[in-house]
T-cell receptor
Framework: EPEVTQTPSHQVTQMGQEVILRCVPISNHLYFYWYRQILGQKVEFLVSFYNNEISEKSEIFDDQFSVERPDGSNFTLKIRSTKLEDSAMYFC????????????FGPGTRLLVL | DAKTTQPTSMDCAEGRAANLPCNHSTISGNEYVYWYRQIHSQGPQYIIHGLKNNETNEMASLIITEDRKSSTLILPHATLRDTAVYYCIVRVSNSGYALNFGKGTSLLVTP
């Protein structure tokens, strides 16, 4: 299965700033996901997205987060006003290819909030 | 999703088989066993999954006990590049559902 591409690979931002993380999945994949991993901790689910709607979200995914697929290709995670504790690796995943239910992950974006 | 229990860490000599156990005694009939691994801080990598039959692919084999309460991931000839954290996850096989990663097993393959 081809991998998911994520941009940027690294991002440094100031607390309170907005960041947009991007994921470029294969077009025939239907479900997209965002996960995060704070340094030294578990991989945590944030949100899943299907047919331009949120399918499921965790309690971590509060009002400062939003997702969209504005141009039909890139899938974005926006963090409106970053906090120090948002520093983490953010992974995009997708499913819906030949193995419909299996999630395949991108390489991640390392976000550092100063 | 059913809870899984894995050893915190394991060692394996290069070239030998690595057998990673996972207990999932509360697994439901419609839940699959998925295995992922994470090398350093890279994205989790899918390895294999199964329902009740043993499965094999180019990366590994998955042995599920008849009662489905436990399983073993087998890397037949471990290499140094197999050093990673291995996650056993139980979930229904439907798209859109979260993968609940635990702490996994940290496998160290030694020369």
């Amino acid at each position: 299965e081809p991998e998911v591409t994520q941009t940027p690979s690294h991002q440094v931002t100031q607390m309170g700033q907005e960041v947009i993380l991007r994921c470029v999945p294969i077009s025939n994949h239907l479900y997209f996901y965002w996960y995060r991993q704070i340094l030294g901790q578990k991989v945590e689910f944030l949100v899943s997205f299907y047919n331009n709607e949120i399918s499921e979200k965790s309690e971590i995914f509060d009002d400062q987060f939003s997702v969209e697929r504005p141009d039909g290709s890139n899938f974005t995670l926006k963090i409106r006003s970053t906090k120090l504790e948002d520093s983490a690796m953010y992974f995009c995943a997708r499913s819906g290819g030949e193995e419909k239910e299996t999630q395949y992950f991108g390489p991640g974006t390392r976000l550092l909030v100063l | 999703d059913a809870k899984t229990t894995q050893p915190t860490s394991m060692d394996c000599a290069e070239g030998r088989a690595a057998n990673l156990p996972c207990n999932h005694s509360t697994i439901s009939g419609n839940e699959y066993v998925y295995w992922y691994r994470q090398i350093h801080s890279q994205g989790p990598q899918y390895i294999i999954h199964g329902l009740k039959n043993n499965e094999t692919n180019e990366m590994a084999s998955l042995i599920i006990t008849e009662d489905r309460k436990s399983s073993t991931l087998i890397l037949p000839h471990a290499t140094l590049r197999d050093t990673a954290v291995y996650y056993c996850i139980v979930r229904v096989s439907n798209s859109g559902y979260a993968l609940n990663f635990g702490k996994g097993t940290s496998l160290l393959v030694t020369p």
